[in-house]
């Protein structure tokens, strides 16, 4: 169990800490709290992220840590390859190193550049602090930990800045702004902000989305997070977090209804067979 404040933990001890977190509370909004339950395997898009996040908030750990297989330890590079290889394993896993794709790393230093040669990107990550993690017990549900981990903030304006990669950043375009939703990045602008004021008692108002495109020409956008969004994020959040309470103090984390559920046509269906129109 952690103490109240701001810590300097890596990614994996936040992770298998306790205390209810955004994502959780993402995951009791939009599945059942028997889902919520069920730990979240990494897949490749996010491990893409998490690197990607190392490059930008820990530049000089991801130049160091973060290395592609050598060509010389290929298969078909000639006499001794295997013994290459092994040996270049071997160091790996000595030095607690992290193997990526030539075409991943080239993709992510792309992607950094694109973000520190952005104008106000670059200037929101100037000065402050990288992946900084936060525990506060809930004023009300007391006995309840509550955490966050920020990508970075700027202390002393009281801002927080989240990097996210996007397919697209265009903010003539619906894509992002339906990705902020759907991922609940409303709820985490509200969490993270509230969380901060819980842990500093001082009030955190700004919050600010780098959006970083995957893609050429790597273009890069900054969304401060607006009072609608924030507010929607706090309806979500006290949803959520009145769900886990129940659940905490009941034992019960229920799945599906118990009850039959009629099951009745797609609305696809009913509007292109005319049901509903009086036919």
């Given amino acids: 169990m952690m103490e109240p ?13 306790a205390g209810v977190s955004r994502s959780f509370l993402w995951r009791l909004e939009t599945e059942t709290p028997l889902d919520a339950l069920i730990p979240v395997k990494e897949t490749d898009d996010m491990k893409f992220g998490n690197d990607f996040h190392c490059a930008v908030l820990e530049p000089v750990r991801f130049d160091k840590e973060y290395i592609t297989v050598p060509e010389d330890c290929l298969i078909g590079s000639g006499k001794g390859q295997r013994i290459r290889l092994a040996e270049f394993m071997e160091k790996v896993e000595t030095q607690g190193l992290s193997i990526l794709k030539p075409a991943d790393l080239e993709k992510i230093k792309r992607m950094r550049e694109a973000v520190f040669s952005h104008p106000l990107a670059s200037e929101l990550l100037s000065n402050g602090q990288s992946e900084i993690s936060g525990f506060w017990y809930d004023p009300v549900e007391t006995d309840i930990l509550c955490k966050l981990r920020m990508d970075f903030i700027i202390e002393f304006e009281h801002i927080i800045v989240d990097l996210k990669k996007t397919a697209d950043a265009n903010p003539e375009h619906p894509f992002f702004k339906n990705t902020a939703y759907r991922l609940g990045y409303d709820m985490e602008a509200h969490w993270y902000l509230y969380g901060a004021t819980q842990i500093t008692r001082i009030e955190h108002k700004e919050f600010k989305f780098i959006a970083s495109e995957d893609h050429e020409p790597w273009k890069v956008q900054v969304y401060p997070a607006d009072e609608e969004l924030k507010y929607h994020g706090n309806l979500r959040c006290s949803r959520a977090f009145n769900k886990y309470v129940e659940c905490f103090r009941s034992g019960e984390w229920p799945g599906l209804p118990p009850e039959e559920v009629p099951l009745s046509l797609p609305g696809w269906v009913r509007r292109q067979e005319g049901y509903g129109s009086g036919i």
């Fill in 5 to 17: 404040g701001f810590y300097k933990i890596s990614n994996e001890k936040y992770h298998s800490g």
